[in-house]
Structures are given as C-alpha cells and as structure tokens.
C-alpha cells in the first residue's frame, strides 16, 4: 500500500539523513569530554534519531531534533509506524539484572513474548541472556526461531490446546499446568511420546496488586491458577508426584500486569515460598525454581514515580533469604517481565488526518486506531502523546482514531498543541501490548515496524498491504455477468 505523500519538509530531511537510514556505518561515540566552541558561523553537529526519540520523551516534541527524527521517520517508512529504540530496551534488561543478580545469585529471568513477539526484539533480550515465557504455541516458535533453548522456555497459559501441549514437551519447556484437567493431558500425552514432561504449576496466591481489573490475575476471583485454600494445590502436587511421565520442576505466580507497588509481591513471596516449605515437609517435594512472574508496571504519565527494578529487589531480598533459611534449600528465583523491558522504548508515530471542532469537542483525527493501538480501548489506558514540531495553541483535544467506532479514542481531553493536517503525532510508551495486540480491523493492512540505533533505522517488519488482507482467503468467485 503507497505512504502518504510526504511534505517538502519531510523530503529534504529525509535526503539530509538518507546515508543513516540505508545502513551507513555509524561511527561509535567517543569518550565524554568537554566540547570545543564552535567556529564562528559553523554548524551545530546534526543530532540522532535517538536522541529524537528521547526529546520527544522529554515533552521536547517541538524542538528541531525531536522534527527532524521524527519527520525522517514518517518520510522513509510511512505512518503509521512502531519506532522501537534499541538502547532503551536493553538497559532495561540489565538494569533489571543489575538490580536483581547481586542479591540473588540464582537467578534467571525470562522475556514476557506476549509484550512485543517481534523476533529482532526477542532476540535482543536473548543476547542479554533472557529465556523466553510464552502463552502459545506461536509464540514458543518464535522464541525458537531467535535461538532461545526450549528448556528455557516457560509455557504459561490457562487454556492449553493438546498441540500446544505436545510441542513444549518435544521442545523441552517447562509446562505451567493450570488445573488438574491440564495435568491428567500432559501426562497422557508425554506417556504416548515417551517422555518425561517438565511441569510446574501456576498457584492462584489471592492477592490484589492494584492494577487494571482485565490483568489482575493473582485475585482470588481470577481464571488463573491454583489455588492455596483447602488443599487445591497440594492435592495437585502429590498426584503429579505419582504421575511416571510428569517431573515436577518449580512453581509458579503471577498477580498482574503494570503494578507499581511491591507490597502486592511481598505478599506473594510470603505466601510462596511458604507452601515450598508445605511442599517439601508434607511430599518430600523440593522444586528447582520458584518463579514469582512478571508485570513490573511503568510510568505512562509525566511525572509519575513508580516502582523500580532496584525498589523490587530490595524488598523481595529480606523475604526470600528468611524463607530460603526455613526451607533448608535455596531453589532459583525466576523471573518473567515483559512490558518493564520493551514499553518504554516504543513510540507510535501517526500522522494527523483532519482536524474537526464540534460544538461539543475538537477531534484530532489520525492514521492510527485501535487496530493499530487496543490499549486505551481496551483498558481505558493512558498513553502520553506528543504533537511534533512547532507548537500551535494549546487547548483541549481528543485524539481520535480511524475505527469506524465511537469508542476509538486514544487521548481523550488533552491538553495539546493543535495541530493542522499532515502534520504527526507520537504516542509515547507503546513498545509492550501494541502491535502485538494490532489487528486488521476495518480492513486496514498492519503497520511496519522499525529498531532505531542511534542514527540507524531499520525495518524489522515490513508494511502489510492491501494484498495480505486477502492472503489466506478462498479465491471469489468470478462475478456474475
């Protein structure tokens, strides 16, 4: 499908950065030191992609190097289109490590695939030394075909098909069984292939982290998991214990999606690591992990302080030595973030299509939806945006989307310079639970995704068109004449 014509701006930058977006080799950065003056009448040295990107961030949309990353951007790749940045998504990765691998020497932590499946992006964090938990069997094949081992792939889901269930037991995975019904298939299953099946099981702690209601999963009331009252979980043990195709290997939480605090994963360690003890003391049941889950939360908003990977840690390391004590083994301390890693580091970059003032509201219509972007349809989340260039008048706005639906609004009542026709906008934190969750709705062919390094940008995955709508479709028939 063509892009939208370009402006005359967008062109001349576009020529202007031409040699870094083919591929051009980038000189790296040299060692920090003091910046000479300049001549008189000499140029400023032109800025990065990056640092594009990180002035938009910084609520410097307007300024010429937030413009010209972004209007290079849109002028060779199109809108609307996913800008990832490389750095941000691999310091993510080791500050996590960093924060965590000092107070807890066994430690693994794995990639969330649901929150970018995009497979340059799993294999940076591969490179970082992250294993991969996954949700389907799609997304165990793209961890495998970035080169992360099957045995260090988590296979998590509450509703498993038995084929999904077969190729995590060829490929090695740990199974996170989520009921008794799952266990009793995997069994069968792994016996009919001669196997030994990894399992854990996914415990339902009944603790509220306070996030968002659609990905609270550690509450009581929630489809996931095991849970600790009555015995439901021990009984679980005790008869994959007897099961001679199961082997038992950890165990498993996971309470939600963007929390903020760690109170709600204090409790959970608390209560985890309790029923390891219960484990080993009541079925001699000693585990090779404990896996505490994921959904360190981000700040979407200006000026918000949230939980960090240093807070997390901090909190979690007095907790897991007291049980470690008790316990009389330490198991390794698993981890499985998604959204921490990538969010921060995606940008959605759209291009204004009109702009419409009614009597109630004035709409900023935009080449992006929720097709492009469920998040705020879905969750009623908040996405910081950015309009790019030189400021207009502020006023309130509605950042509206190209669904044919009422409900397609991705920033509701902002205050935000207004923008004319043609011009862009940039909706801040998408990396995670953004394409991943795009559709073609409407008709509407996907959009490409590009990495940025620096002053590289490549696509990572191409435009859809016109022609993939149709692609798996039965040929029509010939129309009547």
């Known amino acids: 499908m063509p892009n939208r014509t370009p402006s005359r701006l967008a062109v ?55 413009t010209r990353a972004f209007e290079t951007l849109a002028a060779r790749f199109g809108t609307p289109l ?18 965590f691998a000092p107070r807890f020497p066994k430690l693994k932590v794995f990639y969330a695939v649901k929150a970018n499946t995009n497979g340059v992006i799993v294999s940076l964090l591969r490179d970082e030394g992250l294993g991969a938990e ?14 992360v081992p099957g045995d260090e792939i988590m296979f998590t889901s509450s509703s498993k098909r038995p084929d999904e269930i077969e190729l995590a037991i ?17 069994s069968e299953i792994a016996g009919r292939l001669g196997k030994a099946a990894r399992i854990s099981f996914r415990i339902n702690p009944g603790v509220d982290p306070h996030t968002i209601h659609q990905i609270n999963t550690g509450i009581s009331e929630s489809k996931f ?9 021990l009984a679980a043990y005790a008869r994959a214990k007897a099961l001679p195709h199961v082997r038992i290997t950890g165990v498993h939480c996971h309470i939600g999606s963007q929390i903020t605090e760690t109170s709600g994963y204090e409790a959970t360690a608390r209560k985890m690591l309790a029923f390891v003890r219960e ?21 979407y908003h200006d000026g918000e302080t949230v939980m ?64 492009t972007l469920m998040r705020p349809a879905m969750y009623q989340a908040y996405h910081r945006v950015r309009v790019v260039g030189p400021a207009g008048e502020v006023q309130k706005l509605d950042v509206a989307g190209d669904v044919c639906e009422t409900g397609d609004i991705l920033a509701a009542d902002r205050m935000l310079p207004r923008p004319k026709a043609g011009d862009l906008v940039v909706i801040l934190d998408a990396g995670a639970y953004g394409f991943s969750m795009a559709s073609e709705y409407n008709a509407r062919p996907l959009p490409a995704e ?32």
């Open 134 to 147: 996954v949700v389907s069997g799609g997304e165990l094949v793209a961890a495998r075909r970035v080169g």
């Open 170 to 186: 060829r490929n090695g995975s740990v199974l996170n069984v989520d009921s008794r019904d799952e266990l009793e298939q995997v």
């Open 12 to 66: 001349a930058l576009a020529l202007c950065f031409s040699p870094i977006l083919a591929g051009a080799e980038v000189p790296s950065k040299a060692p920090a030191q003091a910046a000479a003056p300049l001549p008189p009448g000499a140029a400023a040295p032109a800025s990065t992609l990056r640092d594009g990107l990180q002035a938009a961030r910084a609520d410097r949309a307007g300024s010429p190097e937030a």
């Open 225 to 233: 998991g095991l849970h600790l009252e009555d015995g439901i979980a």
């Open 450 to 481: 590009v990495l940025v390094d620096g002053n590289d940008a490549r696509v990572i995955r191409r435009r859809g068109t016109f022609d993939d709508l149709f692609r798996a479709e039965a040929a029509p028939a010939a129309p009547k004449k």
């Open 308 to 371: 960090g990977s240093e807070d997390l840690a901090r909190a979690l390391k007095p907790i897991w030595d007291d049980g470690v004590k008790a316990l009389g083994y330490e198991p390794v301390l698993w981890l499985e973030p998604g959204r921490f890693f990538v969010a921060p580091s995606g940008f959605l970059l759209a291009r204004v299509n009109s702009v419409k003032t009614t009597p109630v509201k004035t709409f900023v219509n935009v080449d992006a939806g929720f097709e």
């Open 279 to 299: 484990l080993k003391e009541k079925l001699g049941v000693t585990l090779e992990f404990v896996d505490l889950g994921g959904g360190i939360g981000i700040p």
């Open 82 to 99: 996913y800008v990832y940045d490389r750095a941000t998504i691999v310091g993510q990765a080791r500050a996590l490590k960093g924060a």
